[in-house]
């Protein structure tokens, strides 16, 4: 077990090296130029020059990257180039936000696919199998922000009401403060668990034909616990494969979300550094979210030899 988690641990290094060399080339390939919108496009070549050594911008990308990754292994993520502001202390404000929406997303994902994709295995080509394999066909179908604008304009058309897309911290409201996350992560989650369930439904199908579990029912034992001990329990690894995978998409996802219901988190933040060609803000922000992202599939990985101890050894 000590060796498998050591593996698992060392290929963490190459794959955040490899994604922050990434994540510093496309960001500085994306068009426009920060001192160029710093000047609203009204400034003199000197100018010009004069600020962008005066950040730093006009050093060689290479020696740019080896100063910026010295700074993040050192535990400092850079300033703005706007506001002068620590990207870690801007980031530490924010993500709680985005933690807190993904988190509620991720749960409403697995609410919604795991009993669901049970019950539709166990009642195969029932009307209860057909309309949950219709509604996730939908669930999947349909674009997160689609679904987002619908929620926020047709209550407003129809009842005169409409989500609230002020933030309020919870030290002023907590209710208010946990409700306003509600919209955006049943938006969020649908996606994810549409396609957690429909995994989880064949997975049981397929483990659901097994000797092991024909003999369980021969032996008289009760439906609950034939399907939840013996069949969830082996279709399940699969499941977490995906749910690790989903994380990433939840975690994209929590930009359109955030946007919209006007929610101060980390995917609003990347969006207006995008646009202001904030470089230090950009790098800073994708390379945690890709960082908390490895680190969850780590753990999905290390959840793997807990579930089947047959996996630690391979």
């Known amino acids: 077990m000590r060796q498998y988690v050591l593996?698992?641990?060392l290929l963490v290094v190459p794959t955040l090296l490899l994604v922050s060399i990434i994540v510093f080339s496309l960001n500085h390939m994306l068009p426009g130029d920060v001192?160029?919108?710093?000047f609203e496009e009204k400034?003199?070549?000197k100018d010009l020059e004069t600020l962008r050594a005066k950040l730093g911008l006009?050093?060689?990308l290479y020696i740019q990257y080896f100063s910026w990754i010295g700074q993040v292994m050192g535990g400092d993520l850079g300033e703005s180039l706007w506001t002068k502001r620590p990207v870690l202390e801007e980031i530490t404000r924010r993500l709680p936000v985005s933690l807190k929406l993904g988190a509620m997303?991720?749960?409403v994902a697995l609410c919604i696919a795991l009993p669901i994709g049970v019950l539709s295995a166990i009642r195969q080509d029932t009307l209860k199998d057909y309309t949950a394999r219709s509604a996730a066909i939908v669930g999947l179908s349909v674009p997160p922000f689609w679904k987002a604008t619908l929620v926020i304009v047709l209550p407003s058309i129809w009842f005169g009401w409409a989500p609230p897309l002020q933030f309020t911290p919870f030290s002023e409201n907590p209710w208010?403060?946990?409700s306003q996350f509600i919209l955006p992560a049943i938006i969020l989650g649908i996606a994810p668990g549409a396609s957690i369930m429909r995994l989880t439904r064949a997975l049981m199908l397929e483990v659901l034909r097994q000797d092991y579990i024909r003999t369980a029912w021969s032996k008289g034992?009760?439906?609950p616990r034939v399907v939840l001990k013996h069949a969830l329990k082996n279709a399940i690894i699969p499941v977490i494969t995906i749910v690790g995978i989903q994380v990433a998409e939840i975690a994209s996802g929590t930009v359109i979300m955030e946007t919209i219901f006007g929610l101060p988190g980390m995917g609003r933040f990347l969006v207006d550094a995008i646009?202001?060609?904030d470089y230090t803000v950009v790098q800073g922000v994708i390379l945690l979210t890709s960082t908390i992202t490895v680190v969850i599939n780590l753990l999905v990985d290390l959840t793997y030899a807990q579930l089947d101890p047959r996996i630690r050894y391979q």
């Open 7 to 9: 593996k698992r641990l």
């Open 35 to 38: 001192v160029v919108l710093m």
């Open 43 to 45: 400034a003199y070549a």
């Open 58 to 60: 006009d050093r060689p």
């Open 105 to 107: 997303a991720i749960m």
């Open 176 to 178: 208010q403060h946990l």
């Open 221 to 223: 034992m009760r439906e």
């Open 275 to 277: 646009f202001q060609r």
